[in-house]
């Protein structure tokens, strides 16, 4: 078993769903927080001077959605055929893709908000409805178990709600998705 080291700042962003697969494999793993006081120092010593960082065996792999996609290659998690797999990829994707218009560095705390409740008020519900279609009657979202798709989507989902509440607007979130976070 390789010696891993998970190198990300002391919260959950895009590090959290590599702790997910880490704690559903039952995979022991270094969680190295950074503090941001200590980030401009450390910044230039990474590859493309971005985190999360997985070192493995003192190798550094760099991108969340590819240290996950390394993970779960060899699980369930990442889809139990080809097929699965290209539908699991496709669905954090689509998700990642939401996620990154997110406006996690604007300073401006107007803008921030501002950006926040249009994508919030325009681009989830439909995002949302997407994703409920897709599911149609279906339990998992991609195949018959869990995999690395419910994982991510339950972070994007959360990440939706914690907005949402932070700008104090109304949610038009289904309480299915709201109660799916808890």
């Known amino acids: 078993m390789p010696n891993y080291k998970l190198i990300y700042f002391n919260m959950r962003g895009r590090a959290e769903i590599i702790r997910y697969i880490f704690a559903y494999l039952d995979i022991k793993y270094e969680d190295h927080r950074i503090e941001q006081a200590d980030w401009p120092e450390i910044k230039s ?17 760099h991108q969340s959605l590819a240290i996950a996609r390394y993970l779960t290659r060899n699980t369930d998690l990442a889809g139990k055929t080809e097929l699965e797999q290209c539908q699991v990829d496709a669905i954090v994707d689509t998700l990642d893709d939401f996620m990154s218009r997110f406006p996690w560095a604007e300073k401006r705390q ?7 409740k249009e994508l919030l008020t325009c681009d989830a519900p439909p995002l949302l409805q997407n994703l409920d279609t897709y599911l149609g009657e279906n339990e998992w979202l991609i195949g018959d178990s869990f995999t690395a798709t419910a994982q991510h989507h339950r972070r994007v989902l959360r990440s939706v709600s914690l907005a949402w509440e932070k700008i104090k607007i109304q949610s038009v979130v289904s309480t299915e998705y709201v109660s799916f976070l808890h």
């Open 45 to 61: 010593t990474l590859p493309f001077g971005k985190i999360p960082i997985l070192e493995v065996d003192g190798l550094n792999l």
């Open 110 to 116: 107007d803008i921030k908000n501002q950006i926040f």
